[in-house]
C-alpha cells in the first residue's frame, strides 16, 4: 500500500514538473525516495560485509557506500525513466551528471549524485558541510543550486540527512 | 476498462554508458540471488529481468566494448545467471561463485574505461573519462 502511495505521489510531482514547471514535488519526491532506498541498501550492504560476502577493496565504509551510491543512482534512473524523464540527458532533472563551472580560467566540473532543477542531492555515509570542497564546488556550478541536501542513511543518527543552503555569496 | 497511463514509460530502463552499468552491477551484487525488491517499489523486478538490463547496457555499449569484450561479458553474465538459478534459497553457496562473476565484469568494464582513457576517446558529452 504504501509502495503504490508513493508511486502515486512522485507521479503527480512529475506532472507538476511537466505541466507547471514547478520542480518542488519532484525534488521533494526525489528525497523521499533517495531516503528509502538509501537506507535499504545500506541495511543490505552492511549484512553482506558483516557475513563476509563482500570483499572490500578499501575500507568497510568506503565499501558499503559504494553499493549505496550505486543502487541509488541505478533506482533513481529506474525511477525517473518510468516517468517519461531522461536522467542522462541535459534536462533538469540527471541522475550522476557533469555540472560544469565556467568560472574559472579552466572548465572544471562536479558530479552530485542527482540534480532536480536547482537542488543538488548527494547520497553519503559521512557528513558533510559547506567547508568540504566537493559542497562547495557543486554551488560553485554553472546551475548555482539553491540547496544540497545530504542524504545519510536514517541507521546512522538523528542527523542523518540535512540540507545546506546556498552560502549567498557573489561569484 | 482501464485506460493506459499517459504518464507512465513502459519501456524498461537500459543503462547508456560503461558507468550506469557499472551502477547497474552494484546494485545486482547486493540482491543476488533472487533480485526481488522487498519494498515493492519496483514490483516486477527479478532474475530475469535484472540480467536483461545488464545485457541489455552490454549491447547498448557494444562498440566501446569492442567484441572480444563484449563476448566476455555476455559469457559471464550468462554463468552469473545460472549460478543465481540455481540458488534462489541461498543456501547451497552458488550465489557467492555468481558474486564473484559479478565483480569479474566490473573487472572488465574496469579494463575497457582504462583502455578509452589511454586512447584518449571521448565520451558521450565529448570529454576524456572512459564512459
Redesign the interface.
Known sequence: MQAKFDDLRIQRAAVVARVKGDYGPLQVETLRFVQQRVDNAYDDGVALLKAGRLIPRLSNQEAVGNYVDREVRRDLRVRYSQLGIDPSGKGPVRVNRREYDSSGTNLTYRRPDARVNDVAFDVSLTQKTLGTPQIRGFFNTDFQPRRVIIIRPRQLGADHTYVIPHPETKR | MTRP?P???P?P?I???L??I??????M???APTFID??????DRNIHSEFDTLVGGFDVVRKKLGEERYSLLIDLAARAKAFFAADQDDTNGKT?EG?VLL?EIEEVLRDARRSRVKAKLPDD?G?ISGD
Open positions: 497511463n504518464y507512465f514509460n519501456k530502463y543503462p547508456a554508458s558507468s550506469e557499472n551502477d547497474q552491477l552494484g546494485s551484487i547486493l540482491h522487498r519494498t515493492l517499489v519496483f514490483p557467492d558474486r565483480v558529452d570529454d
